[in-house]
C-alpha cells in the first residue's frame, strides 16, 4: 500500500506500508515511542517539537540506529521496536526514512547532556495543540502515521 503526499518543503512524498522493500537504501530512521498515550518527543534546536530520529551510521542496522538516536536525543532506552512504515521523499537526491514504533524501557536521568533541548511527553492532542512543532510534524504523512499507530 503506498501514500502519496506533498509535504511542507512542496517535495512529493511516497509512504509505504510494507516492511523491508526498499527501492533506495534507507539512512535515516524516525522513532514513534508510545508509553501509555503518551509519545516520547524531542526539542530540536532549530526545528522544534518532533519525534526522535536520525541517520544511520555506517555498519549500523536500522533497528540499531533507531535505539541510538531514541537515547542520544532523550535519554530514554526503549523495547520492542518495530517498523511501521518507509518513506522516500522525492528530491533532487531522494532520501529514504524508515519509522519504527517502540516501548518504553527505561527513562533515564533527565540531567544529561542532550543532543536536542530535551524530552517531552505529550498526547497525540498536545502534539497537535503545540506550536512550535517541526516542519514534518504538521504534513499529511504525519497524521497518517498517527492513524496507523492508533490501530496497532
Known amino acids: 500500500m503506498v501514500f502519496t503526499f506533498t509535504d511542507l518543503n512542496e517535495k512529493n512524498v511516497d509512504m509505504y506500508f510494507q516492511n523491508g522493500k526498499y527501492e533506495i537504501e534507507p539512512k535515516h530512521v524516525l522513532v514513534l515511542v508510545k508509553n ?18 536520525g541517520k544511520v551510521e555506517e555498519a549500523e542496522t536500522l533497528q540499531a540506529a533507531a535505539v541510538r538516536e ?7 532506552k526503549i ?3 518495530r517498523e511501521l512504515c518507509h518513506y522516500i521523499v522525492r528530491d533532487e537526491q531522494p532520501f529514504c526514512k524508515v519509522v519504527f514504533v517502540a516501548e518504553l524501557k527505561q527513562q533515564l536521568d533527565e540531567n544529561f547532556a542532550y543532543e536536542t533541548k530535551g524530552r517531552l511527553w505529550l ?17 499529511a504523512g504525519m497524521k497518517r502515521i498517527l492513524q496507523e499507530v492508533r490501530q496497532l
Open 70 to 76: 531514541v537515547l542520544e536525543e532523550t535519554n530514554v
Open 36 to 53: 501509555g498515550d503518551q509519545f516520547l518527543c524531542s526539542v530540536h534546536r532549530e526545528r522544534g517539537i518532533e519525534f526522535p530520529g
Open 123 to 139: 498526547t497525540e492532542e498536545e502534539l497537535t495543540q503545540q506550536e512550535n512543532l517541526s516542519f514534518y510534524m504538521k504534513d
Open 79 to 81: 523495547k520492542n521496536v
